[in-house]
């Protein structure tokens, strides 16, 4: 996601920004910018790396003692030059970083361009830079205000204005924002991690928060511009634990990132009655026709794909497939120009899934790319692309990238089911902008209970993950998450196929972990348990809330929020999630950096 850092002192600004962006270089950025107030405003921004930012300032002399600094995470708008951020106003008085996502910026784009106002790049952020501009009457913090009622979405703004020297206002609205307290300077940032070389103590925005930073001062204001009381936090992490915000792990703390990714994800896409706002990254032309649809990826994004089949399936009559890249790649390829290709990769970069793609694209296939990288070869092949909004997923093991594909499937099935049947799914799209809080309490309610199981699997050799249906859909993603960080052996299976063969594996103690979420095929899961539990296994049970009492088959039963069937995968993965990441911690396991492994295969 994207970086923001900011600062007026007495010192100049430039070594302070360039420090902190650096700093926040972990959260993945396609390109940087600064902008220094020294009598006029003036931004220096480039597609690339940081280095090649300070490259360009090497030329420059910035001495300002004000300014504002950003690392892009492209969402709208592909990585370059002219998408970099800060973007100015039309008058160039102003200029602004911003990150998170404007969930209404093209109504506002169309607005403000007739209004009158020119926009230089594809961004929602450019949308800001004109609202203030349109609000400004000579005092920058009422214009900000005023602008950012207009704004839906989630945002973190820096705004700078020419005739407004030596100050900063920034705003705080589902996206991070600190503000770090010096000695005749004051700092902003993103997140904690740029400004520990120079203060301990900080101001943590909240949502809803406007701040005005000067050399000498930080007021803070609520929407209304009443100031506000805020207490100095004072933080005791050392830089690395600052990167992972206190959290042990880059994988836990993307677990936990899990509601806002999938929030993010369905942002904009979907207005609050449950109807579909998505024909601008699916064209119906592109899905016009089919006859087939094909499905691709690799580990989690195949696994991903199964629950694409299922859901698919059950609302469209044309056949659906899917396959492994690496199988796809060397068989026969029947696809032709009415064959949906829908491929997912949450790098985009995949050999795998790139070669198979492009042998399905060279016999006319229509491909649709579900990726988690603006800019990424796959989004640049692709005849269309449906972003995860998941941020960057620094640990290999995919998790924020799974539950927000799932999420864009579930849009994209729906959105299909519309064109061709006309058919609304309205119930299913209404649960889904559910999903969040639900996932947030999954995580509230069992991952302490979760600590605890996982010290059983200290010394497992093996566990097996049961369901049926889209239930066996999860499970793969369940059992690929233990084997890949715990380094146990895991292993999916199909509650129906337990008696022809892998019943024998079924013995006292083993750890078995069943799904329980699939309505009409719990009494046939049931006795599939009772097979086990006669076995000697030991059951842990993911069950939906209201769908019976299984204490005769669950050794431990974890209870999820009621959703509806289609949706039962976003919340059990969860708690598989967990279950693999304390296995890992209990037995000692590099859960971020696993032995073997990468977190891009962009080789075969
Ligand atoms: C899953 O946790 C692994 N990181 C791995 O299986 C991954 O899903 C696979 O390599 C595909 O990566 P992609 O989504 O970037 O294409």
Known sequence: MCGIVGYVGSQQAAPFLLQGLKKLEYRGYDSAGICELNGTLRIHKTRGRIADLESLLATEKIVGTIGIGHTRWATHGSPSDHNAHPHFDCTGNLAVVHNGIIENYQGLRQQLIAEGHCFLSETDTEVVSHLVEKHYQGDLLTAVAQAIVELKGSFAIAVLAKDSPGELVVVRQDSPLVVGLGNQENYLASDIPAILDYTRNVYILEDGEIARIKENSVDVFDMKLNLLEKTVFEVKWDPIQAEKEGYADFMLKEIHEQPKAVRDTIAGRMDEHGNLLIEREIPRNLVAGITKVQFIACGTAYHASLY????LEEFLDVPIETDLASEYRYKRVKADQNTLLIVISQSGETADTLGAMRLAKAKGARVLAITNVVGSTLSREADAVMYTHAGPEIAVASTKAYTTQLACLCMIATYLKEQVSGEKEITLLQALANIPEQIESVLLAHEHRLEKYARRLLHATDAFFLGRGLDYASAMEGQLKLKEISYIHGEALAGGELKHGTLALIVAEVPVIALLTQETLIDKMVSNLKEVKARGGNILLLAQSNSGDFSDVGDEILLLPQTHCLLAPLLTVVPMQVLAYYAAKVRNCDVDKPRNLAKSVTVE
Request: proline share 0%; hydrophobic share 25%.
């Open 308 to 311: 694409g089949k299922h859901v």
